[in-house]
């Protein structure tokens, strides 16, 4: 099963442990990660379900290329992090 | 209700108490609230507050706390609905960027949201859930809204509510007039007459959507009577928002972002005029308030208590209040300033601190 661990500057609004969650592209895996915690969509993804402008996410060392999509393909043992872009800041 | 001043900032939410025992309405700190974030709006409603961060990553976000001592608990943020096929070429994105303005709605638990990139949303259960006001985004003229300058959106910048009809709503936009609704929102209409742009060709120029309108305020207890700091002048209206008659009157300069109504009388309102869009300052470097008492015939440069000698204070559309006695005033700066005034603008009070740029202050007790 794939993880997905979010950036420390997310942490002071909302507590994220890593999580482990099915899913067979980022969309899947970040849905099941919303439906742990409804809370979180807002944070990562804007109002049309694409990711936030200034929100990156990436597959090990790869950023993920269908930021608006999100069919990125997931193998099981993938590690997905979110991280804040520093062009945001 | 506890006296409350909220100044909210680039860098947190400032809690401010009148100063014990300090003649001539002094004010202090007494609470900050989500240091280091960015507040793009404030609310009181009786005990409750509402404030709402505009994120840089991770967008806007809107908090409520109950009660002076209560915690803060993060509510769902406003949601534009997904964008439909038949969405075009809509120059706006379907998307919350920020929101601007929260007001009450008159209805117990009502508020309405005013936003960028112009999305209007309402509550009937404290925020708890929102929904977006779809007759306002599909107006045609929707689309032919303008962006606020160092933004390429349009904002809702101010929600009228009317003290005696809470379905009748007047919105300001910037760049986009004024709309009105007598249906809750059912139903708009662009409804301003009488303005003028000067950064528009000249048959453009009186166009009702072409008018920036920096900020709304209208008198509490006369609802007809509606003052607007527009981009290039003042304005009043006495029919709710519909015809507007320019104020020449205004000194120093036409320019400037924040206005407020006296919540009693008609005749009165004040002003924080600047240098116009080339600068961005004030005029000769000194922060000044105008205030009129006649209906905007003639203003008062009040001065007592402000910077006269290298001051660049602006001070933005939301960062001007008064109190609902109409005697209490405070604006804040981009430069982080804060005064208040016990009487009316006679005389200012400097907050003893140098705070994060000022996006808005609100009076608890408004």
Same mark, same amino acid.
């Given at each position: 099963m794939p993880t997905v661990s979010f950036t420390p500057a997310l942490q002071r609004f *909302?507590?994220?442990?890593? *999580?482990r969650v099915e899913g067979a592209t980022v969309g899947a895996a970040l849905a099941a990660a919303f439906a742990e915690r409804p809370e979180l969509r807002g944070y990562i993804l804007d109002d049309q379900g694409g990711l936030r402008r200034h929100v990156n996410v990436y597959i090990g060392s790869e950023p993920v290329r269908d930021r608006a999509?999100?069919?990125?393909?997931?193998?099981?043992d993938d590690a997905l992090y979110v991280f804040q872009a520093l062009t945001g800041g | 209700m506890v006296e409350r001043l909220y100044v909210g900032t680039r860098k947190g939410l400032f809690e401010l108490a009148p100063r014990s025992g300090a003649a001539g309405g002094g004010w202090d700190i007494a609470a900050a609230h989500f240091l280091g974030e960015p507040v793009s709006a404030v609310l009181a409603d009786g005990d409750r507050l509402y404030a709402a961060l505009d994120l840089g990553h991770f967008g806007a976000k809107l908090w409520r706390r109950d009660g002076i001592s209560g915690e803060w608990r993060e509510l769902p943020a406003p !949601?534009?609905?997904?964008?439909?096929a038949d969405a075009g070429d809509d120059p706006h994105p379907w998307s919350l960027g920020k929101i601007w303005v929260i007001e009450k709605g008159g209805v117990e638990g009502r508020l309405w949201a005013g936003t960028m990139p112009g999305g209007l949303f309402r509550t009937d259960d404290g925020g708890q859930s929102w929904s977006f006001n779809d007759a306002l985004w599909r107006m045609p003229e929707r689309r032919r809204w303008g962006g606020v300058a160092g933004?390429?959106?349009?904002? +809702? #910048?101010? !929600?009228l509510v009317d003290p005696r009809d809470p379905a009748d709503i007047r919105l300001?936009?910037?760049? $986009? /007039? !004024?709309?009105?609704?007598?249906d809750s929102g059912g139903s708009w209409a662009v409804i301003n007459r009488g303005m003028y742009a000067e950064y528009m060709p000249p048959e453009l120029a009186g166009e009702p959507i072409a008018q920036d309108v920096h900020r709304l305020a209208r008198?509490?207890? %006369?609802? #007809? +009577? !509606?003052?607007?700091?527009?981009?290039?002048?003042v304005f009043r209206s006495q029919d709710g928002g519909s015809a507007w008659h320019e104020l020449t009157a205004i000194r120093p300069s036409k320019f400037g972002f924040a206005v407020a109504a006296h919540p009693h009388d008609p005749l009165r309102a004040w002003f924080v005029p600047a240098v116009k869009d080339e600068r961005r300052i004030p005029v000769d470097a000194k922060l000044v308030v105008a205030r009129t008492s %006649? /209906? $905007?015939?003639s203003f008062d440069v009040l001065t007592r208590g402000l910077p006269q000698r290298h001051a660049y204070d602006i001070v933005w559309r939301h960062a001007l209040a008064v109190d609902a006695s109409g005697e209490r005033l405070a604006f804040g700066s981009t430069t982080g300033g804060v005064w208040t005034s016990p009487d009316g603008g006679e005389s200012w009070h400097a907050l003893d601190a140098r705070l994060p740029p000022i996006a808005v202050v609100r009076f608890a007790d408004e």
């Open positions: *909302l507590r994220v442990p890593e *999580l999509g999100l069919s990125d393909a997931l193998h099981p | !949601v534009f609905p997904a964008r439909p933004g390429e959106q349009p904002g +809702i #910048d101010s !929600v300001g936009v910037s760049t $986009g /007039g !004024v709309w009105a609704s007598q008198c509490a207890a %006369d609802p #007809d +009577i !509606v003052w607007c700091q527009h981009h290039n002048g %006649d /209906g $905007g015939q």
